[in-house]
């Protein structure tokens, strides 16, 4: 479907896109062969433990971003920086969970901090400034088109994208997974340690990808006031817990005792200290990032309202 029409894109996919594809799920199934059969052959950067939907959410995505780029015009296209941004950002994201750096982020506390840093702020901030998401839908097939301009969709967006909720969410997930009796259990269960990351992902991209539009409302969600608002408010209750943590002096999060630490001369309340350190400073880092950005983007929309 065609985001300037609404009308289906004409054609079938050409040649280059069925190896291009066939290529994707030939690369899929060889990693997990090797990841379930041949673990200690996989390379540093290969997964640690291979995750099909995370794979084939990320190189799909890339391959629909970079088909809708060769579908747009010169003029259409999002300049250099933001799509050097978004393919950044979905890198950033795939190596946090589908690396080696997955196996010591479970066994060090200030290392799965690092991990849902990257996947909450760092790597959604970086996907929000790419503005991707018309490229990505130039690109898909038509069925995804379709289906995000349907009416339950829309719907469901302007909930989960409305100041109130999208706050409520973005920080409630962090402090929800941090939970001791929460974190210890989602740590040891794969299923619902899957379930954790996706979350912070998920919700990480939809809070900036709200907050970092480039569009005045409407058809954004929010006025640019709300949104810079938000991005000091998230900080906040981010501050708030990395300082709990930071000066706790006893064992929060025994469930990294449990398994055995990655880096065993680290004692569990040095760890802790680092990884409150971790929450604390690059997320409001982040969010001093988002305001600014906010902040020029409310600058150049009223430029051009004046124009």
């Not at 006025?223 to 209750?237: C, K, Y």
Request: proline share 8%; charged share 10%.
């Amino acid at each position: 479907m065609s985001l300037a029409t609404g009308e289906a894109m004409p054609g079938r996919p050409g040649w280059g896109s069925r190896a291009a594809q066939g290529a994707i799920l030939a690369l899929g199934a060889l990693l997990w062969v090797v990841s379930t059969r041949y673990p200690a052959d996989m390379p540093l950067i290969g997964p640690y433990d291979f995750s099909a939907p995370i794979y084939f959410a990320t190189t799909f995505t890339l391959f629909w971003y970079l088909r809708g780029l060769t579908r747009m015009a010169e003029a259409e296209r999002p300049v250099l920086w933001r799509r050097v941004s978004f393919v950044a950002g979905v890198l950033l994201l795939y190596a946090v969970v589908q690396t080696a750096f997955d196996y010591p982020a479970q066994r060090m506390f200030f290392l799965s901090r690092i991990q849902h840093v990257v996947l909450h702020h760092i790597g959604p901030v970086l996907i929000g400034l790419s503005m991707a998401g018309p490229v990505i839908l130039r690109g898909a097939p038509g069925w995804l088109s379709a289906l995000t301009q349907s009416g339950p969709v829309r719907a469901f967006m302007a909930v989960i994208q409305h100041p109130v909720p999208a706050t409520l969410l973005f920080s409630g997930s962090f402090y929800f997974w941090l939970w001791p009796p929460v974190h210890f259990v989602a740590m040891l269960n794969r299923p619902l340690y899957e379930l954790m990351n996706w979350t912070m992902a998920v919700d990480g991209i939809l809070f900036w990808a709200m907050v970092l539009d480039t569009r005045p409302k409407p058809p954004a969600h929010a006025r640019f006031g709300t949104r810079a608002a938000l991005s000091v408010a998230v900080m906040f209750p981010q501050i708030v817990l990395g300082a709990i943590i930071t000066f706790s002096n006893r064992d929060l999060y025994p469930f990294y005792a449990y398994c055995g630490r990655y880096f065993p001369n680290i004692s569990a309340v040095t760890d802790q200290q680092i990884g409150g350190i971790v929450i604390w400073i690059p997320p409001a880092m982040m969010s001093a990032v988002g305001l600014l950005v906010v902040l020029g983007n409310m600058r150049r929309a009223e430029a051009r309202g004046r124009s």
